[in-house]
């Protein structure tokens, strides 16, 4: 599916192919998504650090024309002149800081929107290729800074606006101190050029550190009760405790710098101001320039802290930007395993047969089938085909499923996994997964999957939380719920992998019933081995060696095929033996 179709959505566009090209392209494209509110916060900040500037020469005729004139009636008037500048400047740094805001918001959510969006796309080759770590990391850290970076645009931008005007008016009191104001700026800034260098280095590799331990903490969260059982959680903890501390160093690499960064951003501007209001004090006392003149230039200098320190914490903020869009674009450039080829088309207007040449099944609409195999991996390989969940040749009605809109294909053909995710929320957003909840379908859903007792049991019913992962339930509920969620979605055609696996005999008996009723009319796909489904489907297909050995119903292939009845048996046997 090409990158841009179906990217304009409410007005939200996603980054181009040019937008990930690099981190600072990916900056740009954040700051070209909001012109109008990144003008208005830039035009703010111009105002903001400008009005700061006005104060000093507002004060130094307080002291020309009133103190040392002793002019009441001026001394007054500049007094309530510096009072109201006094109240505009808040006014304007309230307004700055509220724009500035909604800029960081804005990246924040368009950057989390377009992760979301990538990795939703991505589907199930993205746990193949990214850690979840990776994921969560990218989702909390690494949006966070990038959408601090554009603070640059508003108090930044204002900053060189704010440093040439001070500049311009110590030219018109001493072109002396105006030359040192205009070298010494950019001094203190290039030097901490290196620092930020080292940041940039140092806080690449901490983040790649940083994704894999917390891919750790998922993967060991996520089998806690597993390592309980096999007694290595302790072994675990101790591994994950080392790596914490590998991760500890690598972040003093990263903090030093930076560290140093935020001393300077203090430090530098306050050595600068001491050197002017000193040389400014000689000229005062050789009379080169007035008392008012020598308030004025403490004023501005005094002032000039702003905007250099911006200069500083900017450039150390964009930084860090670069080292995390760095790694939010190398998510966003992955693409699908599986994306097909050319323009999409439409999906058939009916139910029409799957075929997988590969493999030689052909699905009948309309039917339950069942395909079995002494190695479980050839049926699942034929369902990934089908679902387009790896390269395939496949056709739905002879239209190739990989030239079908993933989203549309997803719509109608369905992929029930056994291990597919179970996210946080109550009973009643699980079944219903993506689609409008309705309380009437999801306990019909409920009661195909046999799962009215797991409703039952939880307090609340539907509206009871279920635990990311479905943590706190059994194997045998998750199955359930993950089966409800399937014929919720009531798609065309629905493949189910092992749906009953973890369920006992009866329970299957009467999934396998209701199920068959409820998807009446519907093709639908299982891939099992137990006896009670295949002599329920209306037609069973019999892989060996991964492709087609034998099709019929479940007592035919029982009658005519000895490798099928030898399967059968000892599938038979074992589950009475368990």
């Known amino acids: 599916m090409p990158e841009n179709d179906a990217s304009a959505v409410g007005g939200w566009v996603a980054p181009g192919p040019r937008d990930l090209s690099s981190p600072a392209r990916f900056l740009w494209w954040l700051v070209r998504s909001q012109p109008r509110r990144i003008a208005v916060g830039a035009a703010l900040g111009s105002l903001w650090m400008i009005g700061l500037t006005v104060p000093p020469w507002v004060l130094s005729h307080v002291v020309d024309d009133g103190l040392v004139a002793g002019d009441t009636t001026a001394l007054v008037g500049w007094s309530m002149t510096l009072l109201a500048v006094g ?73 060189v606006v704010a440093y040439a005007a001070v500049a311009v008016v110590l030219s018109t009191i001493s072109p002396v101190l105006a030359l040192i104001v205009l070298a010494g700026v950019p001094l203190l800034a290039v030097s901490i050029g290196p620092l930020l260098r080292r940041i940039e280095r ?29 007694g290595g959680k302790q072994i675990a903890a101790e591994r994950y405790g080392r790596q914490s501390r590998e991760l500890v160093v690598r972040g003093y690499q990263v903090g030093s710098p930076a560290s140093w960064v935020t001393s300077l951003a203090g430090g ?36 000039l802290v702003v905007p250099v320190s ?18 939010i674009i190398t998510l966003l450039a992955l693409r699908p395993e599986h994306d097909g080829f050319g323009a999409p088309v439409e999906p058939p207007s009916g139910q029409g047969p799957l075929a997988d040449p590969v493999s030689g099944v052909l699905v009948r609409p309309g039917l339950l089938t069942a395909l079995v195999s002494a190695r479980p991996k ?8 089908l679902g387009r969940f790896t390269d395939t040749d496949a056709t739905w009605a002879d239209v190739r499923v990989d030239a079908v809109a993933p989203d549309q294909l997803r719509e109608r053909l369905l992929v029930a996994d056994t291990n597919a995710e179970l996210f946080a929320g109550t009973v009643r957003d699980t079944v219903a997964g993506r689609h409008a909840p309705d309380d009437n379908r999801i306990h019909a859903a409920v009661r195909v999957a046999v799962a009215e ?113 030898d399967l059968v048996s000892r599938t038979q046997e074992g589950t009475v033996q368990a």
């Open 378 to 385: 050839e049926a699942i390989a034929v369902v990934d085909r």
């Open 87 to 159: 109240v505009l400047n808040a006014v304007l740094a309230i307004s700055r800081h509220r724009t500035m805001t909604k800029i960081r918001m804005d990246a924040s959510f368009r950057t989390v929107r377009a992760v979301v969006r990538h990795t939703a796309r991505l589907g199930a080759s993205l746990s193949k290729r990214v850690g979840a770590g990776e994921v969560v990391t990218i989702g909390i850290a690494d949006v966070q800074i990038v959408a601090r970076s554009m603070t640059v645009t508003g108090p930044g931008f204002g900053a």
């Open 268 to 303: 530098l501007p306050a050595l600068f101001l001491a050197a002017v209001v000193w040389l400014s004090a000689r000229m005062a006392a050789q009379g080169e320039i007035t008392v008012g003149d020598l308030v004025a230039v403490y004023g501005y200098v005094a002032m």
């Open 453 to 565: 007792d797991i409703v039952d049991a939880l307090p609340g019913h539907l509206d009871a939380p279920v635990a990311p992962g479905g943590s706190t339930l059994s194997g045998g509920q998750r199955q359930r719920l993950r089966l409800a969620r399937a014929v919720y979605a009531r798609p065309d055609v629905l493949l189910a992998v092992e749906p009953t696996s973890a369920v006992d005999a009866n329970t299957e008996a009467v999934i396998v019933d209701r199920l068959r009723a409820a998807r009446r009319g519907l093709t639908t796909v299982i891939t099992t081995t137990s006896p009670l489904l295949l002599d329920q489907a209306d037609e069973v297909v019999f892989l060996a060696d991964g492709r087609v050995a034998a099709a019929g119903t479940h007592e035919q292939l029982l009658r005519d095929n000895r490798a099928y009845r």
């Open 310 to 327: 911006a200069f500083i914490e900017g450039g150390g903020d964009i930084t860090s930007a670069l080292v995390a869009a760095r790694r």
């Open 202 to 230: 140092t806080g690449t590799d901490y983040r790649a550190h940083q994704g894999r331990l917390t891919t750790r903490l998922v993967d060991v969260l996520s089998g806690l009760r597993v390592l309980n059982g096999l």
